[in-house]
């Protein structure tokens, strides 16, 4: 069984700083823009959350992990296991990663919460097939940057290179969620998606080689959902583009059309 006391402190705290993000929406959901704006010298307002490999959360071993409850039922135990006060922002982010986890995929997605690298890779080999060779894509941060996560304009820098788009290809994005060790909610929708490397330029110097994804049909997304609030948009009405932020994963066929 995982014992929280056998970790040392200051790491602990350090790896769970990140779970005290939940209330910037407004800035975080300044991610959302639309196939016309992925043009050279486009700038746009972008929130990119900066992410310490150091003291994020790390994946336990399988065996580790699987041993420990997932299951919002058992919060009342795991907040007492993991030493944390049930009004605190950690026992919140908890609570919503749970929630999240343990909620209904929507109509055509595929949707699981991996807890070990092992799980992850299941079932990305689920979704592609146990004979299908896919690659692992994400944000990075070129050279020397910043490591202060504000909104700030970015200008895309280069015509931005399409990895895959045709209707139904598969694939399946892993988020990062709050938690004490790594958590990743993984899925995959049926619809059409696009998927671009783009090469963009903060103001404060920040060069990314960011992950962007088009969900070319939104007609089964919550009306609520903040893509539509920021665009103006309905759901079903148009599209809707977003980068990834750093940690987080997208699996795609290895018979992309760009796959550098």
């Known amino acids: ?14 790896s769970l700083s990140h779970m005290n993000h939940m209330d910037h ?16 010298g486009r700038t746009m307002p972008f929130y990119f959350r900066e992410r310490d490999p150091s003291i994020s959360p790390q994946f336990l071993p399988k065996e580790e992990a699987d041993s420990i409850p997932f299951s919002s039922k058992q919060l009342p135990y795991l907040l007492q296991l993991f030493s944390f006060q049930p009004e605190s922002s950690q026992a919140k982010a908890m609570e919503h990663t749970l929630n999240q986890c343990e909620s209904r995929p929507i109509k055509g997605e595929t949707k699981f919460c991996a807890n070990s690298l092992e799980s992850m890779l299941d079932f990305a080999n689920e979704i592609f097939g146990l004979d299908s060779a896919f690659k692992i894509l994400t944000t990075t941060h070129l050279g020397k940057y910043s490591r202060t996560s504000i909104l700030q304009n970015y200008t895309v820098l280069e015509a931005p290179r399409e990895i895959i788009s045709a209707p139904r290809n598969v694939v399946v994005a892993c988020h990062t969620m709050p938690y004490p060790y790594a958590i990743f909610y993984c899925h995959s929708l049926e619809s059409e998606n696009k998927v671009f490397k783009v090469k963009l330029a ?16 939104t007609s089964q997304w919550n009306r609520h959902h903040a893509s539509f ?19 987080n994963l997208v699996f795609v066929p290895r018979v992309s059309t760009y796959l550098d």
């Open 1 to 14: 069984m995982y014992d929280h006391h056998d970790h040392d402190d200051d790491t602990s705290s350090s």
């Open 229 to 247: 609030h920021v665009l103006g948009i309905e759901p079903g009405s148009s599209h809707v583009c977003h980068f990834f932020p750093a940690e």
């Open 202 to 217: 903060g103001q404060n110097g920040d060069r990314l080689s960011a992950v962007a994804i088009c969900h070319m049909d």
């Open 25 to 40: 929406m407004d800035s975080s959901s300044m991610v959302f823009f639309t196939l016309n704006d992925l043009k050279i």
